[in-house]
């Protein structure tokens, strides 16, 4: 992943991650960093809130993505520009995830 640009995090010592990426991001000119919420590719009941706080931090939007299960289709939905408040935009993107379904969709 290093060779095609990616950027590793070793997730057994991974501090501060936050502040890493912001000073990722004001390093360069171009960076796209894809994160899920949840934190892994199992089922879990909540989000985590990395994702929310690195763009904050950094100044930069939130592109959803998704992928469709039941029809196998994949999109991206709005820019999400964080404000002050994480329940205000996680409402937001909750809202829009709502009619998404993917294999396991049972998350809070």
Known sequence: MRGLG????????????????RQQFAARDK???GITPEG?????????????????A???PILP????YPDK???VGP????????EVDMAKLRAFY???RGKNHNVE
């Open 6 to 21: 990616g950027l590793g995090i070793d997730r057994k010592a991974a501090h501060d991650v936050v502040t890493q990426m």
């Open 31 to 33: 960076l796209w960093l």
């Open 40 to 56: 892994t590719r199992k089922k879990v009941k909540k989000w985590k809130s990395g994702f929310w706080h690195i763009a904050r």
């Open 58 to 60: 950094a100044q930069v």
């Open 65 to 68: 993505a998704y992928f469709h």
């Open 73 to 75: 289709t994949i999109g």
């Open 79 to 86: 820019l999400l520009v964080p404000s002050d408040s994480y």
């Open 98 to 100: 709502a009619p998404i």
